[in-house]
C-alpha cells in the first residue's frame, strides 16, 4: 500500500510539473534546453561570460546561422555552434527563426521527400537555409529562392528525433 501511495505521488508531480521529465527548460524564459536558434544580427559578439564585462572570445559574422541554446542566465543565452565552440550571447541578438547549415557538399533539394523525385535544385557545403517542415527523416528547406526537401541527417541544426509542422 506504502509503494502505491508513492508512485501515485510520483506520477501526481510529473504531471504538475511538465517538461521536468525528460527535458530541461530553461530558468528565464522556460523553453527547452538545448534548443536551436538562429543569430538575428549580422555580427554578434560571443564572451566568456554572461555579461558585458566578460571577454569577447570571438565574433560571429553570417546573419541567419544557426546555434543551439544550451543554457540561460538574465539577459544571455550560452550558444554553440556545428563545431561546438560555444560562449554567451545576448539575447537581442538571437533570433527563434529557424535555419540550418547544409553539411554535405552538393545536397540534393527535392520537391517531395523522396529521393526519386525531381531535384530542383542542390545545396553547397555551409549553406544557411531557413527551415521548415520536418518529418522523421526529411525537412523542407528555402535557400536562395529555392524550396524543397532534403535528408534530415545532412543538416545542423534541427534534432534529428525533431518533428516540425
Known amino acids: ?5 508513492i508512485a501515485a505521488a510520483v506520477a501526481l508531480l510529473i504531471l504538475a510539473c511538465p517538461g521536468t521529465a525528460g527535458q530541461d527548460r530553461g ?4 523553453l527547452p534546453l538545448p534548443r536551436f536558434v538562429s543569430l538575428k ?3 554578434g559578439n560571443v564572451r566568456r561570460g554572461p555579461s558585458l564585462t566578460h571577454r569577447i572570445d570571438w565574433v560571429y559574422k553570417r546573419r541567419g546561422m544557426p546555434l543551439e541554446i544550451t543554457a540561460e ?12 565552440a560555444g560562449g554567451w550571447v545576448h539575447y537581442s541578438l538571437l533570433s527563434g527563426a529557424r535555419t540550418v547549415i547544409v553539411e554535405q557538399d552538393m545536397l540534393s533539394l527535392y520537391r517531395r521527400p523522396d529521393p526519386d523525385s525531381v531535384v530542383v535544385a542542390r545545396l553547397e557545403l555551409g549553406v544557411i537555409a531557413r527551415l521548415g517542415d ?9 535557400a536562395d529562392g529555392y524550396r524543397g526537401w532534403v535528408d534530415k541527417t545532412a543538416l545542423w541544426g534541427v534534432g534529428l528525433e525533431e518533428i516540425r509542422e
Open 73 to 84: 542566465h538574465g539577459h544571455w543565452r550560452r550558444v554553440r555552434d556545428r563545431d561546438g
Open 27 to 30: 530558468p528565464v524564459t522556460n
Open 134 to 142: 520536418c518529418g522523421p527523416d526529411w525537412c523542407r528547406l528555402t
Open 1 to 5: 500500500m506504502f509503494k502505491q501511495a
Open 41 to 43: 544580427a549580422s555580427e
